[in-house]
C-alpha cells in the first residue's frame, strides 16, 4: 500500500467530515435566518442547498441518474 496515498485519502475524509459538520450547523440554524422572517428566497435557497445534497448522495449511492 502507498503510505503517501492512504495519507492523502485519510486528509480527505477528514476534510470532509469537518464541511459536513459545517453543513449540518448551517442547516440546524436554519441556513442563518429567522425563522419568522423567512421568504420565498429562503425556500429557494433550501433547495438549492437540497438539490446539491441529493445530487452528492445519489453519485455516493449510486441512486438516479448514478444508478448502474
Known amino acids: ?4 496515498i492512504l495519507g492523502e485519502f485519510i486528509g480527505r475524509l477528514g476534510e470532509a467530515r469537518e464541511r459536513l459538520a459545517e453543513l449540518q450547523t448551517f442547516v ?3 441556513m442563518d435566518t429567522n425563522p419568522d422572517e423567512i ?6 435557497n433550501a ?4 438539490e446539491k445534497l441529493t ?5 455516493c449511492f449510486k441512486r438516479g441518474e448514478y444508478a448502474e
Open 1 to 4: 500500500m502507498n503510505e503517501k
Open 28 to 30: 440546524d440554524d436554519h
Open 39 to 44: 421568504s420565498w428566497g429562503d425556500v429557494g
Open 47 to 50: 433547495g438549492y442547498v437540497l
Open 55 to 59: 445530487e452528492l448522495t445519489d453519485w
